[in-house]
Structure formats: structure tokens, C-alpha cells
């Protein structure tokens, strides 16, 4: 069972360059979330989906986008890389948002010098 | 606003018993999960209580108090694997997960 997986898992950006995460669920799963982990901070949600061709914002979403053409993937994409984006970043899913277990990608480590 | 307070460390001894506390306050309220993360790994759910009470499961216990805003987890038998963060997030009154800053376990043999 693959479950939810995230590529890369580490990456180093220069400040002002651009990237997409990559995110894959075989779960069948309507829900999927973005999230960034700083240390010493809890889960901050930047974007979710509750199915293809429907996204919306979360807490954190200046300097990302998403898109959703698929139940399966849910890619988040950086423009224009700052250190402030410097932090882990996680995937999650689930099949409905109430009550329902979130399961998470391995996670990507995003460093931008 | 919305937030979630628990301990930053704690630490316990193996065969021991350990209670992490969480307190809560959300813009509404969907039920209070419970979730560990071992270091450089992803989060993985461990318990939800939806209704005050005790929620037992092997040697993890959860707890709520809706009326207070708190809940606990309560681990039993420890044992080095156990050591790990231990995340508490409550669910809003739009689904969305609030998380706490996660309590670091420690666990000494």
C-alpha cells in the first residue's frame, strides 16, 4: 500500500527560484491537504482540496499554489523562493474532512539559501 | 483566535506511565485528535474523541472534557519506541485541523 506519497523528499532552492512539490494518494481520498511544519511550531495548513478541480486556501497560503486535476494528485507549487519558505512540508489525505483519519506523505524538506 | 496549548518535553521512564495534557479553543468544535511523529518522520494518527469520556486502544488512552477544553493521552507501559512527539489538534467548526506545537517525549531506560 503506497498511501499518500510526496517527491521530493529534500530539495535546496536559491532564493527566487521556483518548484512543485509533488503529491500522490491512492486512497481514493475526496480531501487533500498542504501543510508546513516549522520547529517549535504546530502544522500550519496552506491549501486543500475537497475533490478535483476544487481548491481553497488555508492559513498560510501567500507564496504557494495548488491545483487539483485528479483525486490523486495535488501538487503545490513555489514561485519565486524565499528563506521564509524554509521549513518541511507535508501532504495529507482523507476521505472526508469530520472526523476522519488524515493520512500523511513521508514529508519534503525545502531549504531556500 | 483559535489555539492549542500541550507541553513543549516531557520525560518518563521505561515500564512507566505518562499523561500529556492538551488545551484547546477553537472557533467551533469537531472533535480532538491525537497523533505521533517520530524524528524526521510524518505524523501518524494515533486516537479522535468526539464526546467527553475516555477512549482506550491497547496501551494509549485518550481523554476529553468538551466542557473545559482539554484532553489527555495517556500512555501506558512504556517502551523506548514510544519516544517521539505526540501532536494534539482540534477539528473547527469548518473541519480544519488546528494543531498543537507537539509534546517531545523523552523516555530513559
Request: with cysteine; glycine share 10%; charged share 15%.
Amino acid at each position: 500500500n503506497a498511501g499518500v506519497t510526496q517527491t521530493p523528499k529534500f530539495r535546496i532552492l536559491k532564493i527566487g527560484q521556483s518548484m512543485t512539490l509533488q503529491c500522490t494518494q491512492d486512497m481514493n481520498h475526496n480531501y487533500m491537504y498542504w501543510y508546513r511544519q516549522d520547529p517549535g511550531m504546530g502544522l500550519k495548513l496552506i491549501y486543500y482540496s475537497v475533490g478535483a478541480g476544487i481548491t481553497d486556501k488555508g492559513e498560510v497560503p501567500n507564496g504557494y499554489n495548488v491545483s487539483r486535476s485528479t483525486t490523486e494528485d495535488f501538487p503545490l507549487r513555489l514561485e519565486l523562493a524565499a528563506p521564509s519558505q524554509t521549513s518541511v512540508y507535508f501532504c495529507a489525505s482523507s476521505y472526508e474532512p469530520g472526523g476522519n483519519i488524515q493520512y500523511f506523505g513521508a514529508g519534503t524538506r525545502l531549504s531556500v539559501l | 483566535g483559535q489555539n492549542i496549548d500541550q507541553p513543549t518535553e516531557m520525560t518518563a521512564t521505561e515500564g512507566a506511565i505518562v499523561q500529556i495534557n492538551c488545551t484547546y479553543q477553537t472557533s467551533g468544535f469537531n472533535g480532538l485528535f491525537w497523533y505521533q511523529q517520530h524524528a524526521g518522520e510524518a505524523p501518524t494518527f494515533l486516537s479522535y474523541n468526539v464526546l467527553d469520556g475516555l477512549e482506550e486502544k491497547g496501551r494509549f488512552s485518550s481523554f476529553l472534557s468538551r466542557s473545559k477544553g482539554y484532553s489527555y493521552l495517556l500512555l501506558k507501559e512504556l517502551q523506548m519506541k514510544d519516544s517521539a512527539s505526540y501532536l494534539c489538534a482540534a477539528m473547527d467548526s469548518n473541519y480544519q485541523l488546528i494543531w498543537g506545537a507537539g509534546t517531545k517525549l523523552i523516555i530513559k531506560p
